[in-house]
C-alpha cells in the first residue's frame, strides 16, 4: 500500500540520514502517546512537506469544512512555532462537498508527492467516492467528521476517522432519551442525508417501540408547519432529529411556537452555537445535543463543529512526524496503533480505522447559550 | 450617404462576434481542402485532444486538481451540450431540468452492474440508454404539451422529482447512493494494487518545468486499466463515445428531421400547417436528447470513483447545462461543445481565486450574455442573418455614425 | 400513503391547511415578482431569488444595528418599531437589487432585442454572482479594511454560514382555528400580503404607471407608439417586483428568523412554481398560485411523508397545466382586468 515514488525517496532519505537518526527514531518509537514536538534535533524527511484537507471549503456546507481549517491549522501553528527548522504546511482541495468533485480532487492529492497524509474527507459522500483512489496509492487518511457506518466497512485499511460512527451515537441518544430523560414517545425526524438517515435510523432501531412515527424533511426547508402539525399529533413527548444545527434549529423554533412542549434532541451535527441562534434562545433550552466528543480544551482556540476533531487528526500526523516515520506504510501504522488524548476526547483506532472508544456526551441548551463546557456523558 | 466603397458588412467590431467570423473561416479553408488533407488534419486534431491529458500543456493545465479528472468532466459536460443542444438548440425546446436523464442513466447503470445485478458495463451501456430514451418519451408526452417558457419550469420540477425518487426509494439506494459499480473491462492484465498497476505498457506524461518538458515516469498511465487512481482511460472512453455521438448528430441534423426540427423551432404554427407532425418531431428531440445524456450518466456512473448518490444531481448543475449550450451556440455542434467545455473547465482551471471562482463564473456568464447574445459560436444562419440584418440597416439609415 | 393523517382528525386537517396558507402568503409575495416581469418582458428573472434574499439581509442587518447582536426573544409588539424600519430597508435593499438586475443584466439585451433564452443565461449568472458576493462579504469587508467596524454584520470567514436575526420574534396565540393557535405573526404575514397585494392591483389597475405596465405587456410596439417610455415600465417593474419581494423577506424574517446566502434558491424555485400554476403574468393567479401551493405542499406532507412535498408540488402544477395551459387564471397582465 506504498505508492513506489514515495517510498523509494522515503528510502533514499532514510539511507542518508540514518546515522543521524538512528537513535531518535529507536527511542521515539515507543513513545506514541501523541506528543509532538521533541524530535530530537533530527529532521525528518518530511519536513516542508505538506498535509493535505479534502472537504467543502465553499458552497453550502462551506462553513463546516472552514471550521475544519481552522481546527487543522491551530495544530499546524501549535507545531510549527516549536519546530522552526521543520514546517508542515497544509494544502486545501475545496470539493463544495460534491461527491463527484472529489475523485479529480482526490487523484491530485496521490499524485502530489509533497503530500503524506490527508485530512478528510469532510463528507460520507466524498469518502465513499474518494476511498478507493486514497486505498490504492496507500495515503493514510484521517477524517474529522464522515460518521457513515458503511465507509469502514470497505476494507480500505488506509482510512480512518476520529469520530464516533453513527451506529455508536444513535444508540447512545436513544438509551438517553428513554432512560435518562424519561421520554416515553419519541418523534424521530431526518432531513434525508446519508448521514442523518443513519443516525435517526439508528436511533429509530434503538428506541423500539418507544419510536412512534418518523418523518423526513429536507435540506434549506424553512417552514415546518407540517411536520410540527404531525408530531402534535402523535402525542409525542419528545423530537429525535438527525441532521445539521440550520434545520434543527428551525424546527425547534418552530415545534415550541406550535405548542409542542417535550424534549428535543438532535445529534453532532447539531451541536454548534449557531443551533441557538436559529432557534432563539427561547425555543432553544432545554435542546439536548450529543456528539461523539468531549468539550474542547480551555483555551481552544478554534470555534465551531468539527474543529477539535480536525485538530486532533492533525495533531497525529504530526506525532508520527516526531515519531520518527516517513513514509506512508509506517504512517498508517503508526496511526493505526496511536492512542492518546485528543482535544476531543481519547482516541485510539480499531483495525477497520473506526475510533475504538467513543464517549457520547450530551451538550444542553440553558440560559439561552449552548453549554460546551460540562456536557454530560452516556453511560 | 457617401460613394467610396464600402465594405459589404458593417462589420460589428465586437471581438467576440469576429471569433464567429474567424470560425466561419477556418471551416471554408477546411472544406476547401482536398479529401485526403482533411482525413489527416481531422485525425492529426483527433489525436492531439487523445493525448491531451498526458501532454498538459503547460498555462492550460490545471495545478490544483487532477488535470486527467477535469479533461474528463470536460468531454462529459460536452456530451451533455451535444445531447441538450438538440433539445434546445435544434427543436427550441427549454429543458432545466436535464440533470434528470443524466440521473436515470447513472443509476440504470449502478443498478444494473453493482447494487442488484453484476453486469458487465458494455451490457448495461446500451440498456442505461434504452430505459433513459423511453423516461424522455415517458416525461415529455405529457409536458410537450405544455407551451413555451412553462416548459421551463416543467422540466425543472421533473428534473427535481427524479432526484428526490432516487433519494428515497431503498430500491436505488436512497441517501447512501450506489458504490463498486462496475468499470469498464481493463485491457490487458489486471491491476493488483498496490505495486502491479497492470495494463499492457505505460504511457509516461508530460512535465513541464516552464517551456522545456521532460518525461514523468513516475505517474505514468497504464493502458488500458480502469481502476480508481488514474482518469485519462475513462476519458479516453468517453472521447470515443463523444465522438460517435458527433458523427450521428450530423447525420441527423441534415436528414428531414433536423429540417422539421427547425421549422418547428422557428414557427411551430406555420410548421404544423405546412405538415410537419411538430408534437411527433419535438417528442424524437426529447427523447434523442435524453438518451444523450442518459449515455454521459452512465459512462459517470461507471468512471473512476464508481460511485452515485442523490447529491451528484442537484438542481443547479441543470442550469449550469443550459448555460453551456446557449454561452457556447444553442444551434451548432461546436459551440455547444464548447461551452460544456468551458463550464466544466473554467472553474477548475481558477481554482486559484476559490473562493471566488463562482462569482467570477456568474458575472462572466452574465457579461457573455450581454455582449454576445448568440452564443461563442452561433450556426452560421444566425451570423449571416445578423450580417445581413446590419447590411440592411446600413442601406436603410446611412453608414452609422462615427 | 396515509389519508388518515389529513383526514383523520379535523382538527389536524385545519392544522395543517392553515399553516400551508402562512407560508403561501410569502410565496405569493415573492412569486409577483416572477410574474410582473414576466407579464411586461415575457422572460423569467431567474435573479429574483437574489432580490428575495438581499432583503432578508437588510431585516437582520437592521437588527443587528438598532438593537446590537446580544441573542434576545421578544413579542411582536415589542418589536413592531425596528420591524417597521426593517422593512423599509429590506424594500429599499430589494428594489435597489432589482434595478441593478434590470440594468446591467436585462437592459443590454432587451436594446438588442436578444433572443429570450439568453436574458435566461443572464439571469442565470446575475444570480450566481450575486448569492457568491454575499457568501463573500466578509472578503470584500476586508478589502476595504472594514472587517473589523462590520465584524457583526458579515460574520467573519463564516459569511456563507446561517446568519440569524439576533432578536427571535415569539409569536402569541390570538385564537384557534381547529387545533391550529393562529399567532399574531401568522396573521400579520397573511394580513400583510393581503394588503400589499391589494395595493399593487389598485397600482397596476388606476395609476398611470400601471396603464404604462399593462400597454406595455400587451403590445410594447404599440405602447412605444403611444409615448410610452417602456424603459421607464420596466424599470418600474423590477422596482414593484422588488418592493415585494422585500416586503415579502420582512414577513419571513418574523416567521423563520434566520436566512443564508443561498435561502433565495429554493423559495425562488417554489415561487416561481406558485406564479405558473396561477397563471404567470397574472397578479391574482400569483395569489391564487402562492396559497394553493404552500397548502397542497402541507397536505402532501400529511399523506406521502414530508419528504415527498416537493414532488407534490411539482406533479400539481404537471397536472393543472395539462388541464389549463397557462395556469389557473392563466391571463396575460395586459389582458388582465386585474
Redesign the interface.
Known sequence: ?????KSLRAFAALAGVAALTLSACGSSNDNNKGTTGDNGGSKSALCGKNLAFLGA????A??LG?NMV?GINLALKQYNDKNADCKISLKT??SQ????????????V??D?SIFGLIGPGFS?ES???G??F????LPSISPSAT?V?ITQ?GWTTWHRVIGNDDAQGAADAKYLTETAGAKKVYVIDD???YS??LAGKVKSSLGAAAVAS????V????M??????V??SGADAVFYGGY??EA??LA?QLR???FTGKFMSGDGSEDP?F????????ANGALLSAPAGPAPAGFAAS?LYATQAYDATNIFLAALAAGKDNAKDINAFIGSYTGDGASGPIAFDDKGDIKQSTIYVYKVAD?KLDVDNPEAIK | MTTTPTPPVSAPTNPLFRLGLWWDGVIDRYNALPRLYKVVLVLAFALFVYALPLVRPPLIATD???F???M??CAAYALIALGLNIVIGYAGLLDLGYIGFYAVGAYTTGVLTSYHWAWPFFLALPVAVAVTMLTGVILGAPTLRVRGDYLAIVTLGFGEIIRICV??IEWLG????I?DINHPNTIGPAPK???DPGGLFAIPRLEWNGITPSLDH??ATHFLVF?????IPYYWLLLTALIVVLLGDRLVKASRVGRAWEATREDEDAAELMGVPTFKYKLMAFALGAAIGGLSGAF?AS???????P??F?LATSFLFVAAVIVGGSGNRWGAMVGGVLVAYLP?RF?DF??Y??LVFGLALTVLAITRPEGLLPPRRTRRAKMMEAEIEQLEEGPVDA | MDLG?LFG?FN?FL??TV??L??GAIYALVALGYTMVYGVLQLINFAHSEVFMYGTFAVAWTFVLLHGTG???WSLGRAVPILLVALVAAMLMSAAIALLVERFAYRPLINKNAPKLIALISAIGASFALAEAM?LRDRFAKWFGLDDNLANYVAP??A???Y?N?V?I??H?LFHIG???V?DVDLVVVVAALVMMFALDIFVRRTKFGRGIRAVAQDPEAAALMGVNSTRVVQVTFLVGGLMAGAAATL?MM????T?Q??G???GVKAFTAAVMGGIGNLRGALLGGLLLGVM??WG??VF???W??VVAFVLLVLILLVRPSGLLGEALGKARA
Do not use: C, W
Not at chain 2, 174 to 177: D, E, K, P, T, V
Not at chain 2, 303 to 309: H, N, V
Not at chain 3, 255 to 258: E, H
Open positions: 500500500m506504498i505508492r513506489s515514488k471549503l465553499t458552497g453550502d462551506g462553513a472552514q481552522n482541495f475545496d462537498g460534491s461527491p463527484d468533485k472529489a475523485p479529480a480532487l482526490a487523484t491530485q496521490i499524485n508527492d459522500g465513499l467516492a474518494t478507493k483512489t486505498f490504492e496509492a496507500g457513515n458503511t470497505q434525508g442525508q446519508d438517515k443513519g418523518d423526513q424533511i429536507s434549506g426547508q424553512t417552514d408547519s407540517a411536520v410540527v402539525t404531525k402534535k399529533a444545527y440550520t434549529g428551525l423554533k411556537q406550535g405548542g449557531n441557538v441562534k436559529v432557534a432563539g434562545a427561547a425555543a465551531g439561552g | 490544483r486538481i487532477d486527467g479528472g477535469v474528463f468532466a433519494k428515497n436512497a441517501s447512501a447512493g458504490k494494487p498496490p505495486f513516475e505517474h481502476g480508481a487512481r488514474d482518469a459517470y468512471s473512476q470513483s464508481g460511485y452515485i448518490s447529491d451528484s442537484p477548475e481554482r476559490a473562493d471562482r463562482l | 393523517a382528525n389536524n392544522d395543517f399553516g400551508g402562512v407560508i441573542d434576545a426573544s457568501g470567514n463564516k456563507r454560514d446561517v440569524s439576533p427571535s415569539q409569536p396565540g387545533g391550529y393557535s399567532t419571513y416567521k423563520i428568523g434566520s443564508r443561498n435561502a434558491f429554493l423559495l405542499e402541507n406532507s400529511a411523508g414530508s419528504e412535498k416537493d
